[in-house]
């Protein structure tokens, strides 16, 4: 089975996402990323790098070999890309089993530790990202939902942003 390419940081972006996206194509095949991620019967190679990945082919802002969204982005996804992998314990380029992925998401990664390791991230305002790895943590990879409140959910709703 050939191995699943994944950013490092997008590692993380799994357990958060809610749907959001650069653009419709995107948000599709993020959810198939993370609909896999989230399966617990399923377990497959993920190789982690700290480049452009199997999501981002469907971002609008994918160049060539970069993330084009502005002058910066590039470096700073990136960077973000290292601090997980670092944070993780694990190495650029190298393939592991999912299940391992997740098991150190939830060892190792606090909510309050995207402060720094996403730091600047345009999503993580929202505050899904930090719920996610709450959840992780607290054993729930699925994300089962929680009792709805009546109101729209991120999960129920599209959201596309242009960087």
Request: aromatic letters at 8%.
């Amino acid at each position: 089975m050939k191995p699943l390419r994944l950013r490092g940081h997008h590692l993380l972006c799994v357990h958060g996402f809610r749907g959001m996206g650069y653009s419709p194509s995107f948000v599709k095949k993020m959810w198939e990323v993370v609909t896999k991620i989230r399966d617990e019967e399923q377990d497959f190679p993920i190789q982690v790098v700290a480049a452009l990945d199997d999501t981002c082919m469907t971002c609008p802002h994918h160049g060539e070999t970069a993330c084009q969204a502005d002058p910066n982005s590039n470096e700073h996804v990136i960077s973000m890309d290292q601090k997980v992998i670092r944070h993780l314990g694990i190495e650029e380029n190298e393939i592991y089993l999912k299940s391992e992925l997740v098991r150190l998401t939830a060892q190792k990664v606090r909510p309050d530790d995207l402060d720094y390791l996403c730091a600047n991230c345009s999503w993580l305002p929202y505050g899904v990202c930090k719920e996610g790895i709450a959840n992780v943590q607290n054993g729930n990879v699925a994300q089962k939902a929680k009792v709805s409140t009546g109101r729209k959910s991120f999960s129920q709703q599209y959201h596309f942003q242009n960087s």
